[in-house]
């Protein structure tokens, strides 16, 4: 449903989004504590355990010959696994345990001057907090990768927007809630903040 033009409407619609947002919120994360939601794939059956000789001797013996590839992937190379990948879709679960994955390391493409203000850690822009991304992915999964303006489902990539519901500049003390977040296709983004760019 889209949010209503009227101003009280509008409001009593975002506490009902908020409300319904902690639930789901809420309702996660109690599946994560108790075991019965695993946002990683672990292998217990393989944890712990040796390789046997034999299995290295596998191992060596299918690697022999082939040569490693030194610097970086030549166009015919990224060619080639841009068309292998294309049309596949990640799950949200996918989604997930990449994100726990590299959560916490650091982006290179991110210099230390745009991280720190005058070598005391603070950030100069929230957005390269790394709760930010963790956030985003919390409310995207809490949402199903679903619009809460047109309902368009299954988003992804760059059509997959976390929208602060209020602005994470004005309240920020409310920049990573889950429950201030909501997700919203590209294009309806662009209508609720006209600053982002056209997708």
């Not at 794939?41 to 082939?66: M, Q, W, Y």
């Not at 982006?107 to 850690?121: F, I, M, Q, V």
């Not at 409310?174 to 919203?184: K, Q, V, Y």
Request: hydrophobic residues 25%; aromatic residues 4%.
């Amino acid at each position: 449903m889209p949010a209503p033009k009227d101003p009280e409407a509008r409001e009593r619609w975002l506490q009902r989004l908020k409300e319904n947002s902690r639930k789901a919120t809420e309702a996660l994360m109690k599946g994560v504590r108790e075991g019965t939601v695993n946002l990683s794939r672990p292998r217990p059956d393989l944890e712990g355990k040796p390789r046997t000789e034999e299995v290295k001797d596998k191992i060596s013996a299918s690697l022999t010959g082939r040569s490693i590839p030194k610097g970086p992937p030549s166009q015919e190379t990224k060619d080639k696994i841009s068309k292998a990948l294309t049309g596949q879709v990640m799950s949200p679960e996918q989604r997930a345990m990449i994100s726990a994955t590299l959560t916490g390391r650091p982006n290179p493409a991110a210099s230390r001057t745009k991280l720190l203000k005058n070598g005391t850690g603070d950030y100069l822009d929230w957005r390269y907090d790394p709760r930010h991304p963790q956030w985003t992915l919390a409310v995207k999964t809490r949402d199903n990768y679903t619009c809460h303006n047109c309902r368009k489902t299954n988003l992804e990539g760059r059509q997959c927007h976390a929208h602060h519901i209020k602005s994470g500049d004005d309240y920020p003390e409310l920049r990573f809630e889950i429950s201030n977040g909501m997700t919203l296709c590209a294009a309806c983004h662009v209508l609720l903040e006209p600053r982002i760019r056209k997708p």
